[in-house]
């Protein structure tokens, strides 16, 4: 109990400076917009973080461990425009659900191939496959979006469990609980901690790096089709348009969380609510009618004056020591 | 000007220093005459670097005055450390890998033409100047990454010398040198004696003072103990003075009946290593002596699956390992502590527990069940077994001064059990006490059976240790002596044999 009490207490300490924004968003939100406060918008708003959340989860991972994957995004559309050819051709959902699971799985094995067993930067691999998927995703529908009319795999991403929490609310919440589990209590979450810390030390740790780092790039394709899954029941249509710069926002939420770039260093719960913030910002900004055009230029200045203000902290943590 | 009182070319005056929770320099002083070599002696921890940077610029006193050539003088940035004509080589060389001799030298203050483009060569030229006045052979053009560790020294010491500093700190500048570039180093620190420079020199090896140093001041836990002329005292006076106490027992060694073969290794052949066969025995300390690129490293490093091997076969109780993975090595029971144990061992973002049991997790963790009481347990019994200070477990690492954190690191390796453990230069950059602490942990350790592999370049510490030593030159094993019919002549003979 009394470690729990700490973890929390941590917990707070560690983040202080986004729990600081996220408040401050939702104070500005409230004041401007009487709907934001209501049931129905919250978990609204958490809907629309899952899929990001998805992303941001393994990216966390992926960026603990010192690499960065930019497939993720064109891993949503491929993956929706997959499942919604699949099912209009009337395969059943469970295999749908594994043919997409699998093909996440090899895209992240692709990754984690040429990543591991060469020196090629992670930057220039997963854009070179993020390219590779959004063309012969274009290639393949032409252009057009594919129509979704199943409406049992609609109804798992746009239904409730119980009346009042979303389907992909729930995923999400299993998703963050592995997560979190694999980082903080496994041997596995150690030794990505380590490959992304200190990689010839891990070597020398008798660490497996090749293993460990296509552990993150498999699971990190398995969330893309994940994502992709929940986003094309949501939107009734797999669309070669979907998730398209969507590994930026989910990068944005691991580094907003605390998540070093440079690798060795993150923390999935700072993940959580960098994507919170995100989420609540497109959500507030569209309650408070703001121009979509707008939207994109505050989500730059609010992302920026967070991570500033992150800045300021760990300035003041190192002058103390 | 005062012609009774002697002129010191700096002076440092009863300065002290407090960070949060520590009281780092109680009143130390140093005095610095103009065309001596000064090594300030001390333990990890005793407050060198905090004097040092305080003379830099990179911290501010609390109390104290500094004087430059009788004139005080307030050093409160590095701009000013720098005007001061005080310049500062660090352990770690700060020079930029892609760029040449002479543009290192000019950085941040390049010389330009009236066109506001660079003028190379009159930067060329200028390096030129220095280079041959200190009678080095590297070009300005030479790129600095193409340099060997010795000449990227020489380098910055040109640095120093370009800036016109009087003031010459440098920080254990020989950690990373072999023997011929320790004699190069060695001259070139008299020319800039010569020159009338006075140089502050920082070392753990003790063998080094009376080769160039003309006195030392001794520092222990944050307080001045006294500065005396080497001349006139022994070394074995001059570690009382740092550790407080006399170290009767430096080398703790009792010898074993060694019998049993455990390891056994024959003809190792890759592009480093040429036939390279010995066996280790149960309880064993096997020295490796030999100069800097004789193989040594390359031979433990092959040992532990980190180079491929042409051929050659390493058998341990009978079963091969080679061709293995250094996963599986290590689980087979061979730790390997490396040279460079801040590159190659440290996890620097990440806590001292993490770094103390990163290699045992198997014995605390299973599946997704973390025993925080038997992590506490290995983590207590390693820390307290090598005498780390710590506050708490949990800071990270890079809280604790370099030479706990290289305990941390080597306790680690002792905690994974190995069976044979391979150590690369043990004690490189370790303090004298503590020196004492790991020789006696491996001797603890060669009782219980360990069988330990010792790469090292400090001849006493291989004579001293090892019950059998080899001896490599090029890649290649020259000789395997018994440590009783060792010695140091016979060890340099076969390590420069062709």
Redesign the interface.
């Known amino acids: 109990m009394n470690k729990m009490v700490d973890g929390t207490k941590k917990y707070f300490k560690r983040n202080a400076g986004i729990l600081i924004g996220l408040a401050l968003i939702c104070i500005v939100i409230t004041v401007n917009s009487p709907q934001f406060l209501t049931q129905n918008n919250i978990m609204n708003v958490l809907r629309q973080i899952s899929s990001n959340m998805f992303l941001a989860s393994s990216m966390t991972m992926v960026l603990i461990a010192g690499g960065i994957d930019l497939s993720v995004g064109s891993g949503i559309a491929m993956i929706g425009v997959m499942a919604g050819t699949f099912l209009n051709m009337n395969i059943p959902i469970p295999v749908v659900i594994i043919i997409c699971l699998i093909a996440g799985a090899l895209i992240g094995s692709v990754n984690g191939t040429i990543i591991s067993r060469t020196t090629l930067p992670p930057f220039i691999v997963t854009y070179s496959i993020q390219s590779i998927l959004k063309g012969g995703t274009y290639v393949f529908t032409g252009g057009t979006t594919v129509r979704i009319d199943n409406r049992v795999w609609t109804n798992l991403g746009t239904g409730y469990a119980f009346g009042v929490i979303p389907y992909p609310v729930i995923y999400l919440s299993v998703v963050f609980v592995i997560v979190w589990l694999v980082l903080n209590k496994t041997k596995l979450g150690r030794h990505i901690y380590a490959v992304g810390g200190n990689e010839k030390a891990a070597r020398f740790s008798g660490i497996n790096v090749i293993r460990t780092r296509m552990f993150v790039y498999i699971f990190s394709g398995v969330m893309a089709a994940l994502a992709g899954m929940v986003l094309c029941a949501r939107q009734y249509s797999g669309n070669p348009l979907a998730g398209d710069g969507a590994e930026m926002d989910a990068i944005a939420a691991c580094v907003l969380g605390g998540t070093s770039m440079a690798g060795g260093y993150g923390f999935i719960g700072g993940t959580l609510i960098g994507a919170l913030i995100i989420g609540l910002l497109n959500n507030g900004l569209n309650l408070m009618g703001i121009d979509s055009y707008w939207q994109i230029i505050l989500k730059g200045v609010v992302i920026l004056a967070a991570v500033y203000i992150d800045y300021l902290k760990n300035l003041k943590k190192s002058k103390a020591n | 000007m005062n012609i009774l009182a002697e002129q010191y070319l700096l002076e440092m005056k009863n300065i002290h220093k407090r960070f949060?929770g520590v009281y780092a320099l109680k009143g130390v002083s140093l005095q610095l005459k103009a065309g001596e070599v000064h090594a300030l002696l001390g333990e990890n921890g005793a407050g060198k670097s905090t004097l040092i940077k305080i003379l830099g610029g990179i911290y501010s006193k609390d109390e104290g005055e500094i004087y430059i050539e009788g004139k005080k003088t307030d050093i409160k940035s590095v701009n000013d450390a720098r005007a001061a004509g005080i310049s500062i080589i660090h352990q770690e060389l700060v020079l930029v890998p892609y760029l040449t001799v002479a543009e290192n030298i000019f950085l941040g203050r390049e010389p330009k033409k009236k066109s506001g483009f660079l003028d190379e060569d009159e930067m060329i030229r200028r390096t030129g100047e220095i280079l041959n006045e200190l009678g080095l052979s590297i070009r300005p053009t030479d790129v600095i990454a193409d340099l060997n560790i010795a000449s990227q020294q020489m380098v910055e010491i040109a640095k120093a010398i370009s800036f016109g500093s009087r003031i010459v700190v440098m920080d254990e500048p020989t950690s990373s040198l072999s023997d011929k570039e320790v004699d190069m180093l060695f001259a070139n620190i008299k020319k800039l004696t010569q020159r009338g420079i006075g140089i502050v020199y920082i070392s753990h090896r003790m063998s080094e003072l009376d080769a160039i140093v003309d006195r030392v001041t001794v520092l222990r836990d944050g307080e001045y103990i006294d500065t005396v002329a080497t001349k006139d005292t022994t070394n074995d006076e001059l570690v009382a003075m740092m550790v407080g106490r006399s170290l009767d027992n430096y080398y703790v060694r009792t010898y074993n009946k060694c019998e049993k073969t455990v390891l056994e290794v024959k003809g190792l052949n890759n592009n480093k290593l040429h036939d390279v066969s010995f066996d280790l025995r149960e309880g064993e300390i096997l020295g490796f002596a030999g100069l800097v690129g004789a193989g040594r490293t390359e031979t433990v490093r092959a040992i532990?699956g980190?180079d491929k091997l042409d051929s050659g076969s390493v058998k341990l109780d009978g079963k091969e390992l080679a061709g293995k993975?250094?996963?599986e090595?290590?689980?087979a029971g061979i730790c390997?502590v490396?040279e460079d144990r801040k590159?190659?061992?440290?996890?620097?973002?990440?806590s001292i527990s993490?770094n103390e049991t990163?290699?045992v997790?198997?014995q605390f963790?299973k599946?997704?069940?973390?025993d925080?009481n038997k992590e506490q347990e290995i983590i207590d019994r390693y820390i307290k077994a090598l005498s780390v200070k710590v506050a708490d477990v949990e800071n990270p690492i890079s809280?604790l001064s370099g030479g706990n954190q290289q305990k941390v690191i080597i306790g680690?390796w002792l905690a994974?059990g190995p069976k044979i453990l391979i150590l690369d230069e043990p004690t490189r950059g370790i303090d004298v006490g503590s020196k004492s602490e790991i020789y006696t942990i491996m001797n603890e350790l060669a009782k219980q059976g360990v069988s330990i592999i010792m790469v090292s370049s400090e001849l006493p510490e291989v004579l001293n240790m090892s019950d059998r030593i080899v001896v490599m030159c090029d890649g290649r094993i020259n000789g395997v002596m018994d440590h009783t019919e060792a010695t140091q002549e016979k060890i340099m003979q076969q390590a420069v044999l062709v």
Request: hydrophobic content about 50%; aromatic content about 10%.
């Open positions: 949060p532990f980190l993975k250094p996963s090595i290590l689980k390997l490396p590159a190659e061992g440290l996890f620097p973002e990440m993490f990163l290699k997790l198997d963790i599946g997704i069940s973390v925080h809280s680690s994974a």
